[in-house]
């Protein structure tokens, strides 16, 4: 069966998924200070945080059209999924839902699952490449659904931030908190709960000690580690990565380790020296 995946531009996708008509990113729009940028493959990272860190205001994304999501579907393909941030942090599945709805009332015959990641940034790279591995293996679209559903729940995200500046400015962290943090060094072990929500996990005293109390809540968490793929994005920050990918090598056998950097909604939500963990 030929198979289409469209992912949101908060996933990263490798670059040899880039070029390849089964995968498609569909951009969010990102704003600072009234000026708009496409999260696409024109983002220009360092561009954007030197905007971010000049700016007193809080960065915002919007959301792709659901117009926009329904041009994304309308293709040959005979199973399509479509995979966004979490809905607890954007409105970009409601879009994809809204999008699928507009396709099949022209085609009803469409086979569409929009996936909910409950994630962000490489945790819908996971789950495009779990679609893809079950496709490959010649699965039935329903239990292609429904095999990635069970990973998505199963699918644990972490991350660790060297500035809570952003945090703050929209409302994630209150401005005692975070002017307490940045003055103590102290930093949070952040992830998401059940329902894709962000929670405070952990912290330390110290990037170092943090990322070693983020790998450590990883290995004991994590399920059946041998056979799952675990991915590392960063913000501008690949000798932090490494250090995280050395450290799960060493302490848990896993079947695969991949790292990407950030694009646009990332970046946005990491800011610099940001580091992102999903098992």
Known sequence: MSYKVVIDSCGE?????????????????????????IDDDTFDQKSFLAKVAASPNCPKSSCPSPERYK??????????????????????????????????????????????????????TLIALKIQELEEAGLAFEKVVAQTEAYIRGQITYFILENLETMRKNGRMGRVKALVASALNIK????????GA??????????????????????SEGVDLEKKTVAISHCNCPERAQIVKEAILEKAKVRDV?????????????NDGGIILVI
Do not use: W
């Open 13 to 37: 996708l490798p670059a040899s998924y880039q070029e390849d008509p089964r995968f498609e990113s569909v951009p969010l729009t990102l704003s600072v200070d009234g000026e708009d940028i």
């Open 71 to 124: 041009d994304a579907y309308d293709c040959p393909a005979e199973h399509i999924y479509a995979i966004t941030l979490s809905a607890e942090l954007s409105g970009s599945y409601n879009s994809a839902m809204l999008g699928r709805q507009l396709l099949l009332e022209e085609q009803p015959e469409k086979k569409i699952h929009v996936f909910n990641s409950r994630s962000a940034s490489i945790g819908e």
């Open 188 to 195: 949070p072990v952040l992830g998401s709960n059940d329902e």
């Open 198 to 219: 962000i929670v405070q996990r952990d912290q330390a005293r110290g990037m170092n000690k943090a990322l070693v109390k983020m790998v450590n809540l990883a290995i």
């Open 258 to 270: 991949i790292v990407l950097d950030t694009a646009g909604v990332s970046s946005m939500y990491a």
